[in-house]
Antibody, heavy 121, light 108 residues
């Protein structure tokens, strides 16, 4: 069974840093591209970050570019999101998301349960 | 950037109703359109990818159609568990993807 379990969320002051982690199981982690998607309270979904299976390619949304870094440890089946210079508008639930098989139209087939990040003084 | 616009933003319907939700892209995305369902307090769940392909395990009352810029999600006979928020997503510009703003489906 595919499982994605996020951790590391919490309360952080504006300007602070936080690292989210996602533990993956039930599939060959290194074979899959991964993403982070966030959802601010009461709002819709926002894609923020992508990483290739090997970790060599990354992409970021303009809203977070320069402030976040995505990386993965395929030996430990884990995905991470390092967030710096956090702002109030970064307050959201952050989801770890798997990309479906590459021979199909690109889509997100499995989502973690989410980690809540609250940026407030 | 490709913008995705869903309509309506909210919808009230009854169990047994046929419901259609529309998603429009600001430019052609061929069939690179996915639909997700999100229930309160839960993570989104993939329903349909490539505009019309049902994800494994999703009930056949869900259907998707469209290509180019206009897409629809249809629920043929609403069940109590279908009341949720639905999001479309374009993946034409993957890995940079964009979601629609969501359609909240409520019980009438």
């Amino acid at each position: 069974e595919v499982q994605l379990v996020e951790s590391g969320g919490g309360l952080v002051q504006p300007g602070g840093s936080l690292r989210l982690s996602c533990a993956a199981s039930g599939f060959t982690f290194s074979h899959y591209e991964m993403n982070w998607v966030r959802q601010a309270p009461g709002t819709g979904l926002e894609w923020i970050s992508y990483i290739s299976g090997g970790g060599g390619a990354t992409y970021y949304a303009d809203s977070v570019k320069g402030r976040i870094t995505v990386f993965r440890d395929n030996a430990k089946n884990s995905l991470h999101l390092q967030m710096n210079s956090l702002r109030a508008e970064d307050t959201a639930i952050y989801y770890c998301v798997r990309v479906g098989l590459p021979d199909m139209v690109y889509h997100f087939d499995y989502w973690g349960q989410g980690a809540l990040v609250t940026v407030s003084s | 950037d490709i913008q995705m616009t869903q309509s309506p933003s909210s919808l009230s319907a009854s169990v047994g109703d046929r419901v259609t939700i529309t998603c429009r892209a600001s430019q052609s995305i061929t069939n690179h359109l996915n639909w997700y369902q999100q229930k309160p307090g839960k993570a989104p769940k993939l329903l349909i990818y490539a505009a019309s392909t049902l994800q494994s395990g999703v009930p056949s009352r869900f259907g998707g159609s469209g290509s180019g810029t206009d897409f629809t999600l249809t629920i043929s006979s609403l069940q109590p568990e279908d009341f949720a928020t639905y999001y479309c997503q374009q993946s034409y510009t993957s890995p940079l993807c964009t979601f629609g703003q969501g359609t909240k489906l409520e019980i009438k």
